[in-house]
């Protein structure tokens, strides 16, 4: 039993299930606005709720909506391409959204477009390499994702030719506690930028502190915060441009490989209506990237699937597609507001039904199983990996989990001890205190009790 002030009285509530009663008691969500769901694959009933049709921010797990949307509108069999042209004395890389290219290393990818080259017996390139990254928006990071986040690699937003994860490292010096951490390597250095180094030393053990500001297009980038006194210590920032840093870093391969650029490297909008490519190149399968986006939360690859939902690449048109796609399923989206398709926003609105319920019709569908497998395991797997063990949510529980600054939900799916699975979600918004161990009891406490 509990009791809840409101403007006017005290309400005593009784909660029917004593897991959720536990749950929602917990000192940790004194302060938190809490929504639960869950609910069996097999027929309607909503078996518990608490507060389910709030709007609360979802973090991480809006990437199980948007995994989920990506198997079902663009289909199991997608695959994001990049193609390349010759035009003219031009050298055109025109990108198709691949957040994988260049993911392995800078160079990955060029030894196969060397070799693409050379079978046409193209040896010299007399014009310029230029990089078309029109297949979305020019604008990579919503208005609503924080400053914060935006320069460090985390926050690095798509492009229509994403390169490298869109990312560089940054190595620094660190001096006395309190003093200077002087810069002294970054890699692959991002072309074009000036960087004002504030950062500071930190005491030994403290981590990473370091924040990298400088959003898309940037040429100054400024560096904050601190790193730990000791060893050399390396953090990661996010690409101002990673079209421009792959096209400069391709024309550089190039030469020194043998084929000589009389241009310069570009970025640009190219009209390639009518020409074949002489090299395509093909990304992972959709089944391995989702399942990358969801076990190690890849906000990049979570972006570039969302974006890739409309022809346009646009935030606006994708979040229409994915609107109308889950409206169709017969989801009730009323107050559901996602502004990216990773999470990081803290302008997105989910409610636990409907996320629990999106999740319900995903493992019905036709790609039920793949999607999800693509699902971390508690206590066995990905982001999970930590999470559960030793409970009965241990190789029990699939979900996505998400965190911000005090933030953290959880959305998947779980079997409970009777062999009945279940899909559920549970979101937390302004705790106290960090609620995991709380979380941990609620889910363990359901696969124990259904």
Known sequence: MRWLFAPCCLIRFTFADPVLETFVGDASLKTASVGVFVTPLEGDEGVMAWQADLGLIPASTLKAITTATALQ????????ETRLFLKGDDLVLKGGGDPTLGATGVEADFRAWLMALKAVGISEVKGDVIADASRFESRTT???????????????GPSGLNFHLNSYSLTFQPGEVGGRAELVKTWPTPPGVVFENGMLTGPAGSGDQGYVYGGPGATTISLRGTV???GDFTIRGS???????CAVSLKKFLEENGIAVGGQAKVGKVDVEGSEPF???VSPSLKKIITATNH???NLYADSLFKALSPEGTTEASVKVLKEHWSEQGIDLTGFDPHDGSGLSPRDTVTARQMAMILKEARAHATGEIFR??????GRSGTMAGFGNGSAAEGKVWAKSGGLTRVRTYAGYFVGN????????????????NPNAALEGLLSGLVKSR
């Open 73 to 80: 509108v663009l289909r199991e069999e997608f695959v994001f």
């Open 142 to 156: 919503p208005n609503s994702w924080p400053w914060g986040d935006v320069g460090n690699y985390y926050g690095a």
């Open 228 to 230: 730990p006194s000791g």
């Open 239 to 245: 690409l101002p441009d990673p079209a421009l840093f």
């Open 279 to 281: 090299h395509v190149q």
């Open 296 to 298: 190690r939360s890849v």
């Open 373 to 378: 497998d693509s699902l971390p395991v508690a």
């Open 418 to 433: 009777s062999g009945r699975e279940y899909a559920f979600a549970v979101l937390t918004n302004n705790s106290v205190a």
